[in-house]
């Protein structure tokens, strides 16, 4: 493996990054020049630095392998998390360097778990770099970077059979060049529709567009330090609600929705349940709220079940109310849509709703293989057979999600939190779903948590991201040889 050559691809990544700090310095610079203009310039001229120092002393290599190809994906998410520290540690402020790892990690897994207790005081030039690093994380940091370079001939193939999964490309009919185009389509156009709702549902026009791009990202980094519910707007959260729910379809299918083709929302299996449970669970947790009296009516009950729910299944984040006091009953279906979350293909995390439909099915064909031994059952997803291989990898990964969940609670619980705050921050963390429950609940933050919690949550973000196997990969020494 050529290692001068990931070194190179990984510094075009880091200049892409570079060019993120030097807007951020640019909002700042049209706010008076406040108190990050420095830091971030600093930061962006560091960054590039960094990531062109490869670039000078390594010639351009056309064809790249495969190991090389995940060596380059794996690589720059990590040093994306690093060098985004940049920024935090020059403001200073609450950003020690562990504070300023985990909301680096935080915002380009688009997890939106923070450590500030007071994100109002950050300067408009910080809380948009912020904003930033999660929209580079929503879509990918190196799925952006393919789009603006664009004469990298197979190697672009190689990087994007990398970095999306395999669940992802199931609705993909297209060549790489076009899939990355998509994407992008789809993630600003997004984006933009939803600042523009936003604005006119009466934000500002800076506030709008981190919202926007938050919840395009599903991330759920806000502005405010009590998230959504400092508007108190109905509007506001019914657009949310629609732009959190899209933002966990696979973006291929509301492509092929909005141009027409065949393979749309209305034909995926995947899509209705996805959708179908997002529904059901908040209707269920608006009963459960209403009947304790937690709402004076069935409307605003649902109104705030619905938006939670919807939240936390496309891992988005932002919260409306309280969790910790509401019922068990609300607090087990919102854990639950944790777990399971958003769509493969999406910007959504966790164990994806593609591979709960197949476990089930999976569950369903042994059972009726037990009645029937002579039977050849297959399972199908969206009317496509699936292999036995392909449903192995799946049910290995869900395994492997609930071990590093049982992983991250015990080592939280070593740690001396609680039971609760210990097992739902492990699932939030590893789901990038930002809010979990008590010390870490939807109005809290994760700043009491000890240093050495919040580095092995950066290490969960990191795995839930880049789906587990992705990380794991690198501590395999004869991996490398």
């Not at 984006?191 to 934000?203: D, E, H, I, R, Y």
Request: proline share 2%; with cysteine.
């Amino acid at each position: 493996m050529r290692v001068d050559v990931v070194l190179r691809y990984i510094g075009m990544v880091m200049l892409f990054i570079a060019g993120f700090m030097l807007l951020s310095a640019g909002i700042s610079w049209l706010n008076g020049m406040d108190s990050s203009f420095y830091p971030l310039l600093l930061a962006a001229l560091l960054t590039m630095l960094l990531g062109a120092f490869p670039l000078i002393f390594v010639e351009k290599k056309v064809q790249l392998s495969n190991k090389e190809g995940f060596c380059i994906v794996v690589g720059s998410w990590l040093v994306a998390c690093i060098v985004g520290t940049f920024p935090y540690l020059i403001w200073g402020g609450e950003f020690t360097l562990v504070n300023a790892l985990f909301e680096s990690v935080s915002g380009f897994t688009t997890t939106g778990a923070t450590v500030l207790t007071d994100v109002e005081a950050l300067p408009r030039g910080m809380q948009f770099w912020r904003i930033s690093s999660t929209w580079i994380g929503g879509m990918g940091v190196v799925m952006f970077a393919l789009v603006i370079l664009p004469s990298m001939g197979r190697s672009k193939m190689t990087l994007s059979n990398v970095e999306l999964s395999t669940l992802a490309k199931d609705n993909y009919r297209y060549r790489t060049q076009i899939i990355v185009r998509i994407l992008l389509v789809v993630y600003v156009g997004l984006t933009l529709l939803s600042t523009v709702a936003l604005k006119l549902a009466g934000m500002e026009w800076f506030e709008a567009l981190c919202h926007g791009m938050s919840a395009s990202a599903t991330s759920g980094f806000s502005t405010h330090n009590a998230s959504i519910a400092h508007y108190n707007s109905p509007l506001i959260d019914t657009i949310l609600i629609i732009v959190m729910a899209t933002a966990g379809i696979h973006f291929g299918l509301i492509y092929a929705t909005v141009t027409g083709k065949r393979n749309n929302i209305a034909r995926s299996e995947v899509t209705r349940w996805y959708l179908g449970m997002s529904l059901s669970g908040g209707l269920v947790i608006a009963v459960s709220i209403y009947a304790a009296g937690l709402y004076p009516t069935f409307s605003a009950s649902f109104r705030y079940g619905l938006f939670q729910f919807v939240s936390l299944v496309s891992t988005t984040g932002f919260a409306t109310a309280d969790t910790n006091l509401w019922t068990p009953l609300a607090v087990v279906i919102l854990i639950f849509g944790s777990l399971v979350c958003g769509s493969a293909g999406s910007t959504s995390g966790g164990i994806k709703i593609n591979r709960l439909v197949l476990a089930v099915k999976m569950m369903r064909a042994r059972l009726k293989q037990q009645q029937h031994p002579n039977a050849v059952i297959r399972v199908r997803l969206d009317g496509v057979v699936q292999e036995n291989e392909f449903l192995h990898t799946v049910m290995v990964f869900i395994v492997a999600y609930f071990i590093l969940i049982l992983a991250g609670t015990v080592f939280a619980a070593l740690c001396g939190t609680d039971l609760t705050t210990a097992f739902t921050g492990s699932v939030a963390m590893l789901g990038n779903v930002g809010p979990g429950f008590g010390e870490v609940g939807s109005m809290n933050t994760y700043a009491e948590l000890p240093g050495a919690l919040k580095l092995f949550g950066s290490l969960l973000m990191l795995f839930g991201r880049l789906e587990i196997f992705g990380l794991i990969q690198l501590f395999f020494l004869k991996w490398w040889r």
